[in-house]
């Protein structure tokens, strides 16, 4: 048979066939309704919001169902693959606790699960036995359309406004006698693998999404290439056709720019009558831009990228709690009852996802953040933003491990309590929120106390600390004796009193501790000031006012 001279003409080296790789990785065997997800990433070196939100998705598929959750490297365009962009995908799954169940990481020659490989360069041979067995039944052809004739055709296409591709008349070499494809190639002609579509684009199919319901499509009347000319490696469509067919996954979760490619999708997995997943299109990602909603843009936006939550150093669960949000609509009203549940505990329905696009606003995750932030334990606090500060900040990363509990007091500081106080909404700001506390920062310090005379402070403090600071009294005895020291000297402590008659007073109370505050600090706003002066200390408390 001439065909199948030429599929040997083309793979001399595939052997094996579909049944063998069938065999090879047979049904999963997992409880009914178990979903197998994978997350698919090109390795182009960074990581957008719109890979996070599927990834994010397939990790909570796969945990909610007791499936599998996979990590397949697809990077079967060579041009775009980045070195080292694994390993950065790597990190970011492992920072937000989204581990694969099944991965290969080549670098450092890790691999778990028995569907690989998990690369698709290190699975050409799987996907030429596939394309061979095209070819052998006439079902896929070499095309020598040059790209010159390609772009001509384009432009062509273009001019007359037509649809773009190799269709109809313009696929010259689909009914190219086999012994004349065969006389060519073994001139050396260059040539990809087209498939040889059978559909009609006049006729339509429908096609069930899982967020968009029923959909209705032209067939695919296109003879997509499916292998490259240059290294022999399929395009896209293809790869993915073969790997969710051995990987026998269960659920596609991908980003909406996809959908058109479902025409050819669907005649993909009909031409070699495999069962097709599921589909999750997930929406686009949206954000305000003044009055407006548009696309967020990972030239316009640093939100855009991972980097940007790291850099700034949102805590990781945060950052999911936002996404998840946006998710499905139902996610912040089932927190509010399951205030302790790990977010997998949450039942994701596609169904819920708006199909319009999901609009990401940086100001609700600042304040998920900040409450994030308030309910964790003061050493966990204190291990986020060293972890952060040890890549960002190395100064400071050195004076926290110099001073562990007393950081840790810090952020102690109206924790344990029903309503914790809010005072951070990522890590990089602590440091900012925080410094007066370090002598180290305490240093070259200008005070500015409003309408007083330094002077007048300068002789209050001193009272203060000669006649009334005691570092063991609690704070009950602490803020009578400020009180004492205001009637000694003048000022008011009664608020309504000093009010109505400003005029016999030299100030009121909270004069008085702003000046003991902005003494010990600079500031006017700080937490409870009490909590302070304990954590800063005796010798440190007497040093600052001298200093004054
Ligand atoms: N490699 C594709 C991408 O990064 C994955 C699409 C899919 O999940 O099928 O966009």
Not at 82 to 96: M, T, W
Not at 208 to 219: A, I, Q, R, W
Not at 447 to 468: M, P, R
């Amino acid at each position: 048979m001439q065909r199948e001279e030429l599929a040997n003409i083309i793979f001399p080296e595939v052997t094996k066939t579909i049944a063998d790789y069938e065999a090879m990785y047979p049904e999963r065997k997992l409880e009914e309704n178990a979903r197998v997800t994978r997350f698919a990433p090109s390795p182009t070196g960074f990581m957008h919001i719109g890979h996070f939100m599927p990834c994010l998705i397939d990790f909570c598929l796969a945990r909610q169902s007791k499936g599998v959750f996979y990590l397949r490297n697809e990077d079967t365009d060579t041009s775009r693959t980045v070195e080292g962009a694994v390993e950065y995908i790597r990190s970011i799954l492992d920072a937000y606790g989204l581990y694969p169940d099944e991965y290969e990481y080549r670098d450092s020659n890790e691999t778990k699960g028995s569907y690989g490989p998990y690369i698709q360069s290190e699975r050409k041979e799987i996907y030429q036995t596939f394309i061979k067995h095209l070819v052998r039944e006439g079902k896929a052809y070499p095309c020598f359309l040059t790209k010159e004739e390609m772009d001509a055709i384009r432009e062509g296409q273009a001019k007359d406004k037509r649809r773009i591709g190799i269709y109809g008349r313009y696929a010259k070499y689909r009914d190219l006698p086999v012994e004349e494809a065969i006389e060519k190639i073994k001139k050396g002609e260059a040539y990809t693998i087209r498939l040889k579509s059978t559909g009609d684009f006049n006729r339509k199919f429908k096609f069930n999404d899982l967020v968009n319901g029923e959909m209705e499509f032209p067939e695919n009347d296109i003879d997509i290439p499916i292998m490259k000319s240059k290294d022999g490696l399929p395009t896209y469509h293809f790869a993915h056709l073969v790997d969710d067919h051995l990987m026998h996954t269960t659920h596609v979760v991908r980003g909406q720019e996809w959908i058109s490619s479902v025409p050819v999708h669907f005649e993909l997995f009909k031409t070699f009558g495999f069962k097709m997943p599921k589909y999750i299109h997930i929406p686009l990602i949206l954000k305000k831009d003044g009055e407006s909603v548009r696309k967020i843009s990972k030239r316009l936006d640093p939100e855009a990228k991972m980097t940007y939550y790291e850099e700034k150093g949102y805590p990781t669960m945060a950052v999911i709690e936002a996404i998840m949000t946006i998710i499905n609509s139902n996610y912040e009203a089932w927190r509010e009852g399951h205030l302790d549940a790990h977010f997998t505990e949450f039942e994701f329905s596609p169904k819920k996802m708006s199909s319009s696009g999901a609009l990401f606003d940086l100001d609700k995750l600042d304040n998920i953040s900040k409450n994030y932030i308030s309910r964790l334990k003061k050493e966990e606090v204190y291990e986020g933003v060293l972890a952060w500060s040890k890549k960002y900040d190395q100064e400071f990363a050195t004076i926290l491990e110099q001073y562990k509990d007393y950081s840790m007091a810090i952020y102690n500081i109206e924790r344990e309590q029903k309503k914790p106080r809010k005072d951070y909404t990522y890590y990089s700001e602590i440091k900012s929120k925080t410094w007066y506390m370090y002598d180290e920062y305490f240093q070259d310090i200008t005070y500015d106390f409003g309408e007083f005379k330094k002077e007048d402070v300068k002789e209050i403090l001193t009272t203060y600390w000669k006649d009334y600071y005691k570092e063991e009294d609690d704070q009950e005895t602490w803020f009578s004796k400020i009180k004492e020291l205001c009637t000694k000297l003048g000022f008011a402590t009664d608020m309504k009193a000093y009010k109505a008659n400003p005029e016999n007073y030299k100030g009121s109370i909270v004069d008085v501790t702003n000046f003991i505050r902005i003494a010990l600090t600079t500031l006017t706003t700080t937490p409870n000031l009490y909590d302070i002066m304990q954590i800063l200390g005796k010798e440190r408390v007497e040093k600052r006012i001298e200093n004054l």
